[in-house]
């Protein structure tokens, strides 16, 4: 264990934490990580929050995004707005993958559809997180996900231990609600991610395997991997609190 772990009472933390607001965790997490704070977008169907919020307090801080090589075009679109609007110092990784090569490799004849989903996700997507984290290094990592997003999320700490790539991740969202993200959205004037109208409510990849638009009052994490049982990509996987294999 790392004297940073050491001096850091994890338990404690949460338990402030749980009665904070994500402005006064995020606040917490600069001051307490400086320029090693770093924090992940995806530029989905919520992600104007934390981005929001983050650059707030830290404006500087750096932004992780995957480029997959099979990415939304409106995804593209939707990060370019919010990079204009608040001059984010984004760090783009890219699948080291050329997007139809890998497909014709891994026997995926159908480009709208995958048939081995979790091979796609490690080769195209893990691989150029944990690549970026090693590189940026930082000590600490912001990310947005929050307990009503999936069962899998629901045991998730603010703060927790990163196993896998040897950092804090905290996630200052945690408690929000939907209501919560939209009230947000709407009272600073922050945009939609363009899918959002057609029913895309989390965004993802583009095959139909992957991210799908749902109907009416379904969980907006079902038009994710629908029908296979998966909720995760395995970026929020393998850390402090996980027993589950990427």
Not at 125 to 133: A, V
Request: aromatic share 8%.
């Amino acid at each position: 264990m790392s004297n940073t772990i050491a001096q850091l009472d994890l338990p404690s933390l949460n338990e402030t934490f749980e009665r904070q607001s994500p402005e006064q965790i995020i606040a917490w997490s600069a001051a307490q990580f400086g320029d090693d704070l770093l924090m992940s977008s995806s530029f989905g169907a919520d992600s104007a929050v934390l981005l929001h919020m983050a650059t707030q307090i830290a404006p500087r801080i750096k932004i992780l995004f995957v480029d997959t090589g099979y990415i939304f075009p409106e995804t593209f679109e939707f990060l370019e707005q919010l990079k204009r609007r608040m001059d984010l110092n984004l760090h783009v990784y890219r699948t080291k993958n050329d997007p139809k090569e890998y497909l014709r490799r891994a026997g995926e004849t159908d480009p709208t559809w995958r048939n081995n989903i979790d091979a796609c996700c490690a080769a195209n997507k893990n691989e150029p997180f944990d690549r970026g984290m090693r590189e940026l290094k930082p000590r600490a990592w912001l990310r947005g996900i929050r307990r009503a997003q999936a069962e899998t999320r629901k045991i998730r700490q603010h703060i927790e231990w990163d196993i896998r790539r040897q950092v804090h991740a905290l996630s200052p969202l945690l408690n929000l609600t939907d209501r919560d993200i939209w009230q947000y959205l709407n009272r600073h004037g922050l945009p939609y991610h363009p899918l959002r109208e057609k029913g895309y409510l989390s965004i993802g990849c583009d095959p139909l395997s992957c991210t799908r638009p749902i109907n009416g009052n379904a969980d907006p994490r079902s038009g994710r991997w629908a029908g296979t049982g998966k909720v995760e990509c395995g970026i929020n996987l393998n850390n402090s609190l996980d027993s589950a294999e990427l």
